[in-house]
C-alpha cells in the first residue's frame, strides 16, 4: 500500500485470512504507488516525494528488506536559454512493460508526462514522443487543468501482444493511444461525456479516472471516467457507457476499476456520490462493491461485511487491487485509512488493517513459498 | 566548507554537518551529490531552480540562486521551510 505517509505491506497467510502489519517503510513520505515487477517477482518499485523535498523513486529486490534510491528519476530536461521548463512534481503511476520486454518501466507523472526505463526502474529518460509531442499543450492544458493535487498522468497500459502499443489516461485530458511505442499518440475518448467541457462532444479533454486493458482479451478496455463507467472493445472506436446499467440512485461515479485475472467480462468498481458538489464518498454512507459477470450489462451490490451505515468512504483510483487466487480476493483501500478485503470476489468483506494514513494505492501479489 | 543538513535530508548524509567544496553555491551542490548522490534533486529541480520549501543560507543571508559565489570559510545552511500536515 502507498498511503501519505508512507509505505506498508500486508502479509497474508495461505488462506488470507491472517494479516500482519510491515511498516511503515519510509515514514512520512508521501508514496503514491508500490508495484512489484510480476515478471521476476523481485523487483519492487515505490514512487514518493516528501511534502518538502523533490520526488524520487526507490527500488528494492528484497521485498521492502532494503531499499536503493534510483540513479535518474524522472525528470524533464533542462530548458535552452531562458526558455521555461518543465518541473516533474511529482511520479503518480508505475507500470512494469510487457512480458517481452524484461526491466522495462514506465512511469506517469504530475504534469502528466511519460517517462520510460529500461533498467528495472534505476534510470529513467523522457518519452519525448508524449512529451515534446505538438499537441501536449492543447491535450493537457499546459500540464494544468486545476486537478486537486496536479494535473496526472494514469493509467498506462501495455497492450501484451505488442510493447510498442500503449494506452495512457490523463486527468485531465482523456484517453490516448499509440502503436508505436510512443513516437506518436492520438485522442480516444468517443462516446465518453465530458460535462465539463463546453463543446457536448470533445476529441479530448476527458477525465479517465482509471482505464484497465485485460490482459486476456486486451481488445477490451474498462474505464472508470469522471462521468461514469465505459468499456471499448476494439479496434471500435466508440467508448460505451455500461455504467448506465447501475442503479440509478448509486450512479456509477467513482474511481477505481479491478479486473478479474481470468474472466475479461467480470469487473468490480466502488460507486461514489457524484451529485451535487461531488462529495465522492459512498452514496448514502452505505458503502458497496458493484460486480458485474456480464461485461457491464448488469451490475450486482457486494456489501456483506461493510458498514451499513454512516461510512463515508472514498477509495481512489489506485486503490483498489485483485489478486489470482481461486477464488480471486479483492482488495481495497480508503482514505480514511482501512484496507477492506474479500476472499470469495466480493461476496463478504472484512477489514484487514484500519487507523493508516490516507491509502493511495493497493497492489495484490501472490508470491511462492 | 562546512554545511548544514536539515533533518529530511539526513537519510543521505547521515551527519546533521557535513564538509563539501565549491566557488558557488551550485558547484556546492554538485559536490554534495558527488558525495551523497541524489542529495541534489531533492532541492534542485531539473530546470535548477530551488525547490519551492528549500532555503539555502550563506553567512545567515538567504542565496539568490545556484550562482552566488562562495568564499572559503563561508557558513552554508540549507534549510526546510516545513509546512502542511
Known amino acids: 500500500m502507498g498511503t501519505r505517509k508512507g509505505i506498508f505491506l500486508l502479509h497474508g497467510d495461505a488462506e488470507r485470512r491472517q494479516w500482519s502489519l510491515d511498516g511503515p517503510h519510509f515514514l512520512g513520505h508521501i508514496a503514491y504507488h508500490v508495484v512489484l515487477d510480476p515478471r521476476d517477482d523481485r523487483t519492487l518499485l515505490a514512487a514518493t516525494k516528501t511534502g518538502h523535498l523533490g520526488p524520487t523513486l526507490f527500488r528494492s529486490s528484497d521485498l521492502a528488506k532494503s531499499w536503493s534510491e534510483a540513479t535518474r528519476p524522472p525528470a524533464f530536461p533542462k530548458a535552452a536559454g531562458e526558455e521555461a521548463g518543465r518541473v516533474v512534481d511529482h511520479v503518480f503511476w508505475l507500470e512494469p512493460a510487457s512480458a517481452d520486454e524484461a526491466d522495462v518501466w514506465y512511469a506517469g507523472t504530475s504534469p502528466p508526462a511519460l517517462f520510460r526505463s529500461e533498467d528495472a526502474g534505476d534510470t529513467w529518460e523522457p518519452v519525448s514522443g508524449w512529451n515534446e509531442h ?236 | 566548507m562546512r554545511v548544514a543538513i536539515p533533518s529530511p535530508l539526513r537519510s543521505y548524509t547521515r551527519a546533521s554537518e557535513v564538509e563539501a567544496d565549491g566557488a558557488t553555491v551550485g558547484e556546492l551542490l554538485a559536490d554534495l551529490d558527488r558525495r551523497f548522490p541524489g542529495i541534489r534533486f531533492r532541492m534542485i529541480d531539473e530546470q535548477d531552480g530551488i525547490r519551492p520549501h528549500v532555503r539555502i543560507f550563506v553567512n545567515r543571508q538567504r542565496a539568490a540562486g545556484l550562482d552566488e559565489t562562495l568564499a572559503p570559510g563561508d557558513e552554508v545552511q540549507i534549510l526546510q521551510a516545513l509546512s502542511g500536515g
Open chain 1, 134 to 369: 505538438p499537441m501536449w499543450g492543447r491535450w493537457t492544458q499546459d500540464g494544468d487543468d486545476g486537478a486537486p493535487g496536479g494535473s496526472l498522468l494514469h493509467s498506462i497500459n501495455v497492450d501484451p501482444r505488442d510493447p510498442r502499443h500503449l494506452y495512457i489516461g490523463l486527468s485531465g485530458g482523456g484517453v490516448f493511444e499509440s502503436t508505436d511505442g510512443g513516437a506518436d499518440w492520438r485522442p480516444l475518448n468517443r462516446g465518453c461525456e465530458a460535462n465539463f467541457q463546453p463543446e457536448p462532444d470533445p476529441e479530448y479533454g476527458h477525465d479517465p479516472h482509471c482505464v484497465r486493458l485485460h490482459p486476456l482479451a486486451p481488445d477490451v478496455l474498462w474505464q472508470q471516467n469522471h462521468c461514469g463507467i465505459y468499456r471499448l472493445e476494439r479496434p471500435g472506436e466508440v467508448w460505451e457507457r455500461v455504467g448506465n446499467a447501475m442503479p440509478r440512485e448509486v450512479g456509477d461515479i467513482g474511481f477505481p476499476v479491478g479486473l478479474h485475472p481470468r474472466d475479461p467480462d467480470t469487473v468490480w468498481v466502488f460507486p461514489m456520490d457524484g451529485t451535487d458538489v461531488w462529495p465522492r464518498t459512498s452514496p448514502d454512507g452505505r458503502p458497496a462493491v458493484y460486480v458485474t459477470r456480464d461485461a457491464g450489462h448488469s451490475w450486482q451490490r457486494r456489501d456483506a461485511g461493510l458498514p451499513r451505515e454512516n461510512a463515508w468512504l472514498t477509495v481512489l483510483r489506485q486503490a483498489m487491487a485483485v489478486d489470482a487466487h481461486d477464488p480471486v480476493g479483492v482488495y481495497f483501500g480508503t482514505t480514511s485509512g482501512e484496507l477492506w478485503a474479500s476472499v470469495d470476489e466480493g461476496e463478504a468483506w472484512s477489514c484487514v488493517a484500519s487507523h493508516l494514513p490516507h491509502v493511495f494505492s493497493v497492489e495484490a501479489v501472490e508470491l511462492e513459498g
